[in-house]
Nanobody, 115 residues
Framework: QVQLVESGGGLVQFGGSLRLSCTSS????????VAWYRQAPGKEREFVGR???????DYADSVKGRFTISRDIAKKTVYLQMDNLKPEDTAVYYC?????????WGRGTQVTVSS
């Protein structure tokens, strides 16, 4: 069972930046996809973006142009660089790794953007 640990969350002002990390217990090359999701209070968990095994990334329209996903294979870590943050980006951010027919989730990291 793979373990995923998110880190890097915190409190940031409107327009600021944060970089989240998702560190895996397994090689990133084991996964078909590693994705980021978020869940705001009172809302459903939503897709933020993903990196496919070949390195291609794609993003939800709400974050496109502001968020960037990258990975460091040697460190077994996927990053979510978040720029130009808005209050509506406030949420718990989760990473999810797709392995075989299933997937695993991390426990999340809180991001709060003040206006």
């Amino acid at each position: 069972q793979v373990q995923l640990v998110e880190s890097g969350g915190g409190l940031v002002q409107f327009g600021g930046s944060l970089r989240l990390s998702c560190t895996s217990s397994m090689s990133l090359l084991s996964f078909k996809v590693v994705a980021w999701y978020r869940q705001a209070p009172g809302k459903e968990r939503e897709f933020v973006g993903r990196v496919i095994a070949n390195g291609i990334t794609d993003y939800a329209d709400s974050v496109k142009g502001r968020f960037t996903i990258s990975r460091d294979i040697a460190k077994k870590t996927v990053y979510l660089q978040m720029d130009n943050l808005k209050p509506e980006d406030t949420a718990v951010y989760y990473c999810r790794a797709f392995l075989g027919e299933g997937s695993s989730w991390g426990r999340g990291t809180q991001v709060t953007v003040s206006s």
